[in-house]
Nanobody
Framework: QVQLVESGGGLVQAGGSLRLSCAAS???????RGWFRQAPGKVLEFVAAISWKNGNTYYADSVKGRFTISKDNAKNMIYLQMNSLRPEDTAAYYC????????????????????WGQGTQVTVSS
């Protein structure tokens, strides 16, 4: 049984930093892993993704230059370093894993991901 468990969320002031972690367990071979977020009353939003094999990274325009996704293949973990946080970054952050993508541009689509974590809350105060 595949499990993804996020950690590292919390309350931070605007301009501050947080580092999210996502640990994976169970037998699966990920093609890519990513982070999504959902603020109250809003749809699930792509944040960042990383190719498990070659390490290529992808970011939403809203977080480019502020967030960095990384991975540790040996530990089967991914991370999201979030700097210069803004109140609009407040959301529940979800880790996800995809076995395969239907196209090269699928990394941003939640429908392409097969496994999801329970989420961790990030709150940025102004």
């Amino acid at each position: 049984q595949v499990q993804l468990v996020e950690s590292g969320g919390g309350l931070v002031q605007a301009g501050g930093s947080l580092r999210l972690s996502c640990a994976a367990s169970g037998s699966f071979s990920a093609y890519a892993r990513g982070w999504f977020r959902q603020a109250p009353g809003k749809v699930l939003e792509f944040v960042a993704a990383i190719s498990w094999k070659n390490g290529n990274t992808y970011y939403a325009d809203s977080v480019k230059g502020r967030f960095t996704i990384s991975k540790d293949n040996a530990k089967n973990m991914i991370y999201l370093q979030m700097n210069s946080l803004r109140p609009e970054d407040t959301a529940a952050y979800y880790c996800a894993a995809a076995i395969v993508f239907s196209s090269a541009s699928s990394y941003h689509s939640p429908d392409e991901y097969d496994y999801w974590g329970q989420g961790t809350q990030v709150t940025v105060s102004s």
